[in-house]
């Protein structure tokens, strides 16, 4: 504690160092003042000195103290998003491994069904062909009896042959000349049908277990307060979930974007809106600023308080008159044509189109109480080549 206390020395004049040059900017004493050295000089007491020389760290120190809490914030934001990144793979590895097990269920139950049908048709045919061969083994038993009994007769010594020889004809012309069957027709196991296309069979058997949707919403650009469906078809708004802040993720919407986008061709897809309160349903524009409240580069359609309306902000909502409640919604996006459709399904009647020049990719936009991508339907067409 002393030597903290201790006062420094001048190292030319041995005296207390209790002035400070701004000049040469270090410690002085009173003789070095007046030296020739430090003619002209901006001399200051030590004490002021060391005051704006800390004032002066400080403000050169708050920079780089704003920069580290920052890093420190985007480091531990970045370590929740390591972590979200193993809980999104290990959410993933499950439903992977879901459908596998769904799918090794269908080929064990096919396969199981599969063999069934063979083990009966051949217990079938199997039991057929040895009726038969019980009956002609019976009737053959019976004629080798009569053959052997009359062959004995024949190699009788004459006297005893002659004395058998009525009866023995007697029984040759009674006993039955045997009937031969000839094999029929499809005794034989239909190997066609059982191993016949066998692999696109059971494949377009499995149309009755899958479904497919035009489009897979993105979890990646979900608000914080949706939770999406396993197979990431529906939305549900409920409780936040502290979730990265990555660029793709909208916020303060509620709403989630498809993980397909188009710059050309047409496309449509069919969304169930049910009994939701509030919705809106359309597309965004690639470069639609997903921050904050402002949203350009927006063509969709909602309801919200009772109200149906179509919105391309910048440009004032716009009312629509609907005769009945909407439930289930057809999109179709013409990009090349720059038009936005709305149908409802349930009356195939027109809803409105909203027109545009579409110049960049256009992704499905959706936000709703709940939601749903309603599936399309499986056809399997076989044509020649």
């Given at each position: 504690m002393?030597s903290?206390?201790k006062?420094a020395l001048?190292?030319?004049h041995?005296?207390?160092?209790?002035?400070?040059?701004?000049d040469?900017?270090q410690?002085v004493?009173?003789?070095?003042?007046?030296?020739?050295?430090?003619?002209?000089?901006r001399?200051?007491?030590i004490?002021?000195?060391?005051?704006k020389?800390?004032?002066?760290?400080?403000?050169?120190?708050?920079?780089?103290?704003?920069?580290l809490?920052?890093?420190r914030?985007v480091?531990?934001?970045?370590?929740?998003?390591?972590?979200?990144?193993?809980v999104?793979?290990?959410?993933?590895?499950?439903?992977i491994?879901?459908?596998?097990?769904?799918?090794?269920?269908?080929?064990?139950?096919?396969?199981e069904?599969?063999?069934?049908?063979?083990?009966?048709?051949?217990e079938?045919?199997?039991?057929?062909?040895?009726?038969?061969?019980?009956t002609?083994?019976?009737e053959?038993?019976a004629?080798s009896?009569?053959?052997?009994?009359?062959?004995?007769?024949?190699?009788?010594?004459?006297?005893?042959?002659?004395?058998?020889y009525?009866?023995?004809?007697r029984?040759?012309?009674?006993?039955?000349?045997?009937?031969?069957?000839?094999?029929?027709?499809?005794?034989l196991?239909?190997?066609?049908?059982?191993?016949?296309?066998?692999?696109?069979?059971?494949?377009?058997?499995?149309?009755?277990?899958?479904?497919?949707?035009?489009?897979?919403?993105?979890?990646?650009?979900?608000?914080?307060?949706?939770?999406?469906s396993?197979?990431?078809?529906?939305m549900?708004?409920g409780e936040?979930?502290h979730?990265?802040?990555?660029?793709?993720?909208?916020?303060?919407?509620?709403?989630?974007?498809?993980s397909?986008?188009?710059?050309?061709?047409?496309?449509?897809?069919?969304?169930?809106?049910?009994d939701?309160?509030?919705?809106?349903?359309?597309v965004?524009a690639?470069?639609?600023?997903?921050?904050?409240?402002?949203?350009?580069?927006?063509?969709?359609i909602?309801?919200?308080e009772?109200?149906y309306?179509?919105?391309?902000?910048?440009?004032?909502?716009?009312?629509?008159?609907?005769?009945?409640?909407?439930?289930r919604?057809?999109?179709?996006l013409?990009?090349?044509?720059?038009?936005l459709?709305?149908l409802?399904?349930?009356?195939?009647?027109?809803?409105?189109t909203l027109t545009?020049?579409?110049?960049?990719?256009?992704f499905?936009?959706?936000?709703?109480?709940?939601?749903?991508i309603?599936?399309?339907?499986?056809?399997?067409?076989k044509?020649q080549?």
């Open positions: 002393a903290r206390t006062e001048c190292s030319l041995s005296e207390k160092l209790k002035l400070f040059c701004l040469h900017d410690p004493c009173h003789i070095c003042r007046d030296s020739e050295r430090h003619t002209n000089h001399i200051r007491p004490d002021e000195a060391a005051q020389k800390r004032r002066e760290l400080r403000e050169n120190l708050e920079p780089l103290k704003k920069r809490k920052l890093g914030k480091r531990d934001e970045f370590d929740q998003t390591a972590e979200h990144i193993k999104q793979a290990q959410h993933t590895e499950r439903r491994k879901e459908q596998f097990k769904k799918f090794q269920r269908f080929l064990a139950e096919e396969e069904a599969r063999l069934a049908a063979l083990w009966e048709e051949e079938q045919k199997s039991g057929m062909i040895n009726r038969k061969i019980e002609l083994s019976r053959i038993s004629l009896d009569t053959v052997r009994a009359t062959e004995e007769e024949l190699e009788a010594d004459d006297i005893s042959f002659l004395s058998v009525k009866a023995a004809v029984r040759v012309q009674r006993c039955p000349l045997l009937d031969v069957p000839q094999l029929p027709s499809g005794a196991i239909d190997q066609a049908k059982h191993r016949g296309n066998l692999a696109f069979s059971i494949w377009s058997n499995m149309k009755d277990i899958v479904s497919y949707t035009p489009l897979i919403l993105d979890p990646n650009t979900a608000d914080s307060n949706l939770s999406l396993k197979d990431l078809t529906s549900r708004l936040k979930h979730l990265p802040y990555n660029p793709e993720r909208s916020d303060g919407w509620s709403s989630v974007l498809s397909q986008a188009w710059d050309s061709g047409n496309h449509s897809w069919d969304v169930d809106v049910g939701s309160s509030f919705w809106t349903l359309g965004v690639e470069s639609a600023q997903r921050k904050g409240d402002a949203r350009s580069g927006l063509l969709v909602g309801f919200f009772g109200e309306k179509a919105r391309s902000p910048p440009a004032p909502a716009t009312k629509l008159v609907v005769d009945r409640k909407l439930r919604i057809r999109v179709n013409d990009w090349d044509k720059g038009k459709s709305f409802d399904l349930d009356t195939n009647a027109y809803i409105h545009h020049t579409f110049n960049e990719r256009m499905p936009f959706f936000v709703a109480i709940e939601i749903r309603l599936p399309m339907k499986i056809f399997v067409i044509q080549l």
